[in-house]
């Protein structure tokens, strides 16, 4: 099998167009000359795609017929849209999307004649790092249900490499984190008001990776033949305590470093009541347990497999990426 290279005879689509880490993709596949196609479900959100030069048509991984015209004529597929963490989330839609929405997405790609598949799964499928860092072959550990379904899709799209139906990649991202991210938006804005506490000790490891290091191992994950059949993490060059990321975030902000800590067992506790209280209404609760788990579980991961293999190589330091994002937030009105 031939590597697929970025020309623009290669047609690209990708799932999850207009969400973070899909966008950046759409863009960068772009501008190295890719005929790139993003797969949405809401056409009013694709302005931006569509400026970028990106045809978007409406699919639904959650209806098979639906995906048809999306993938004609598709060369690589980089599968990147998931329904991720919303506490008043239907828990059947996990499912539908997640896992089902992963193999319908599959079998049409090889109806198609799609050549490569690139599968977005997460190394939270690893779950909580006893012992750091975790490489691709630590043991499955995933701790909710976000995490137990999009080890689902992973092993589904496994299951059709090792039956030779189709050519799969799977990576497992970092946290994921750069411009036009808003997720860590709310640590930020924490640290900035200085109402950050933090829930326990604080010296669990975190480890990021910059948006813009991640979408170079994606694309190199669908473009190089050494990549077909295997797994790989994708992170940055180094992980942290969660202690040492609240405290560079403080510093590029320029206030006080966070002092104040609370013990962590009550918080889940409190978390519980608190989801209990807002489930009735079908509204996020402020507090949740799984919230509580960012303080609580260690992230730490091995890179040198996608170091060796791929020539990925992480070039955003975890500084320098924290001020490209804090400058973005600023920039854009959201510190």
């Known amino acids: 099998m031939h590597a697929l290279g970025s020309t623009s005879e290669v ?49 639904d ?26 506490e008043c989330q239907d828990p ?16 049409a790609s090889i109806q198609n004649g799609v050549r490569r598949f690139v599968h977005c799964s997460t190394v939270g499928v690893h779950g909580h790092i006893s ?21 689902a899709g992973e092993k589904i799209a496994q299951r059709f490499m090792e039956e030779g139906k189709i050519a799969v990649t799977i990576f497992r991202p970092t946290g994921i984190y750069g411009p036009r991210d808003l997720r860590f938006l709310k640590l930020f804005r924490a640290i900035k ?27 190199r994950c669908g473009t190089q033949d050494r990549a077909i059949g295997q797994t790989y993490i994708l992170g940055g ?13 403080a510093d590029e902000l320029e206030v006080p470093r966070p002092r104040w800590h609370l ?18 209404f079908k509204i996020e609760p402020p507090l949740y347990r799984r919230r509580i788990d960012f303080f609580n579980k260690s992230r730490a991961f091995d890179i040198s497999k996608a170091k060796s ?14 001020h490209r994002t804090a400058h973005w937030y600023f920039e854009n009105g959201y510190l």
Request: some cysteine; hydrophobic content about 40%; proline content about 5%.
């Open 193 to 219: 008001k200085r109402l950050f506490v933090m829930l326990g000790s604080g010296e669990v490891n975190y480890h990021l990776t910059y948006i813009d290091d991640l979408i170079d191992g994606i694309i």
């Open 309 to 322: 293999e791929l020539n990925y190589q992480p070039k955003i330091d975890l500084a320098q990426g924290i």
């Open 92 to 107: 059947r839609m996990f499912w539908t999307t997640n896992a089902e929405g992963t193999k319908h997405l599959l079998e």
């Open 131 to 151: 012992v750091p860092p975790a490489t691709e072959d630590t043991p499955y550990k995933p701790g909710d249900l976000y995490q137990e379904t999009k080890l």
């Open 263 to 280: 013990p962590l067992w009550p918080m889940y506790a409190v978390g519980f009541v608190t989801e209990m209280a807002c489930r009735p």
């Open 11 to 59: 047609k690209c689509l990708v799932t999850g167009a207009t969400g973070f880490t899909g966008s950046h993709l759409c863009e960068r596949l772009s501008k190295e000359g890719n005929s790139v196609r993003g797969l949405v479900r809401n056409l009013d959100r694709c302005q931006t795609l569509r400026n970028w030069g990106i045809e978007v048509v409406q699919g």
């Open 237 to 249: 060059e180094r992980f942290v305590t969660l202690s040492q990321l609240v405290a560079m975030i």
């Open 61 to 86: 991984l959650c209806d098979p017929l639906s995906l048809g015209a999306a993938l004609k004529g598709i060369a690589v597929v980089y599968h990147i849209a998931a329904i991720f963490r919303k």
